[in-house]
Nanobody, 126 residues
Framework: QAQLLESGGGLVQPGGSLRLSCKNSGRLVPTSSLGWFRQTPGKEREFVGVSHWQTGVLYYADVSNSVRGRFSISRDGAKNTMYLQMNSLKPEDTAVYFC????????????????WGQGTQVTVSS
């Protein structure tokens, strides 16, 4: 089964950029989709976006979500890695970012996902 490991987090100033990686070291069915979520203390995990592993078809959080237009998802099948490019970062983007395998149900629900990685901390601060 898929084993996911996130990396690339760190401290960045407002307006800066980071690229997070989600590397799979296990078996991933080509028809799988991988999602990105983020979580701040005391809150539920918030959906960021999801990408079909084989086709790269993307679905992002609703337009009301502040990440739309600033974050983008891509993947490199040869490296078994999905990426989350984050631009124009804001202090409210500070969170632990997770990737996970989509199972069933609404894309935006964290209960629809399995095989969660351990997360990577992103801190946006001057």
């Amino acid at each position: 089964q898929a084993q996911l490991l996130e990396s690339g987090g760190g401290l960045v100033q407002p307006g800066g950029s980071l690229r997070l990686s989600c590397k799979n070291s296990g078996r991933l069915v080509p028809t799988s989709s991988l999602g990105w979520f983020r979580q701040t203390p005391g809150k539920e995990r918030e959906f960021v976006g999801v990408s079909h592993w084989q086709t790269g078809v993307l679905y992002y959080a609703d337009v009301s979500n502040s990440v739309r237009g600033r974050f983008s998802i891509s993947r490199d099948g040869a490296k078994n890695t999905m990426y989350l490019q984050m631009n124009s970062l804001k202090p409210e983007d500070t969170a632990v970012y997770f990737c996970a395998v989509y199972s069933r149900g609404p894309y935006s629900s964290n209960s629809s996902y399995t095989n969660w990685g351990q997360g990577t901390q992103v801190t946006v601060s001057s």
